[in-house]
């Protein structure tokens, strides 16, 4: 059964002028190093593209710029999740008319009590039924505080223009039960680069993570190994990309992983407020797991 969108993706990030509004060349520049890379494609305004930061009309830049680059071989997945089912249609809809090749919605989250599984159905099915592209669910517990549970999962799976899910959370049960319980065809993609190992052995199709932004090639060559049956080899890499994958993610977030991009002369730079920049000390911290891996070395070499 083949699965639409299974592969390896990195959330870009946005970066900002020194004005503060979207750096439209700076977003063409890491595009293009990207387009260079083994990755599938690409996902813009994910959670590390600063995208609940994001007005609507820098969205819409956002989103322009990257598809002028990204050609139509290579799937673009945009993020278009809203508090409400109506503004999540409306952007779904944009993206489309802008090029993206699926969306991603992550959950609402405000009313938390309200957020049951018979409401996210409710949601989804209405989001995908109006989407003019196929809608990817996304669940991100980390920064909702809610969870989409694989019995809503396994409703909306059904839907004919629902395509897959992006989980960005490291329970295993949890993704076990989505790819068990999810109709055949349903791509289901890993967000968390710490657990990329288990959950390539589990069987996901894919992943969407930040450090694929920064070690491409380490990740494609970890989920391959782990498809290829080469299960030694995917886990002393998983070990060796596991100080970076902590650092990016759940210890300083986009602001590490920006301050990380700018390291490998890529273009990350400073967030947008409230969130802030790392201080130097970690700038250091990250320095030396980058250099551990040999990245630094790579990137210096091809940016001369």
Do not use: W
Request: charged share 15%; hydrophobic share 45%.
């Amino acid at each position: 059964m083949s699965h639409q969108f299974a592969g390896i993706y990195t959330p870009i990030v946005t970066p900002f002028s020194a004005d503060g509004a979207v750096d439209q060349r700076a977003i063409v520049s890491n595009v293009d190093r990207y387009l260079a890379s083994p990755l599938t494609g690409l996902v813009v305004l994910g959670s590390n593209g600063e995208a609940a930061q994001l007005e609507d009309d820098e969205s819409d830049v956002v989103i322009g710029t990257v598809r002028a680059r990204v050609p139509n071989g290579r799937p673009m997945l945009v993020g278009t999740g809203r508090e409400s089912t109506r503004a999540t249609i409306a952007a779904s809809k944009r993206a489309a008319a802008l090029g993206a090749d699926a969306v991603m919605a992550r959950t609402p989250s405000f009313y938390k009590p309200q957020m049951t599984s018979e409401n996210f159905v409710r949601h989804y099915t209405e989001v995908a039924d109006a989407s003019p592209v196929p809608v990817l669910l996304y669940n991100v517990t980390m920064y909702t505080g809610v969870n989409l549970l694989p019995d809503a999962v396994e409703k909306l799976s059904e839907h004919p223009n629902i395509a897959g899910l992006k989980d960005s959370g490291n329970d295993m049960l949890q993704i076990g039960d989505y790819l068990a319980r999810s109709q055949p065809g349903f791509t289901v993609l890993a967000g968390a680069a710490p657990t990329l190992f288990t959950a390539a052995a589990l069987g996901v199709h894919g992943a969407v993570l930040a450090l694929a932004g920064l070690a491409p090639d380490l990740c494609v060559q970890l989920f391959e190994h782990v498809k290829a049956g080469r299960v030694d080899e995917a886990r002393a890499l998983q070990r060796r990309l596991m100080p970076i994958a902590r650092s990016i993610g759940p210890i300083y977030g986009v602001p590490g992983l920006k301050a990380a991009l700018d390291l490998l002369g890529l273009h990350g730079g400073v967030p947008r407020a409230p969130l802030r920049a790392v201080a130097p000390a970690v700038v250091d911290t990250l320095r030396g797991q980058l250099t551990a891996l040999g990245l630094l070395e790579r990137s210096h070499a091809a940016a001369n």
